[in-house]
């Protein structure tokens, strides 16, 4: 049962990444470091509401 969830940049916090997880084996956030376009370098991005 994979839900769709949305990453945002800590930094900006601009929305730039959308994925999949499955919320009933993994309910803590998601956070990964990923290329943010609008600061123009690598950031944390973390799961949003």
Sequence with gaps: MNQKIVLACTVCASRNYTTSKNRSQQPERLETRKYCKTCNRHTA????K
């Excluded at 991005?45 to 949003?48: A, G, L």
């Design 45 to 48: 991005h973390r799961e949003t």
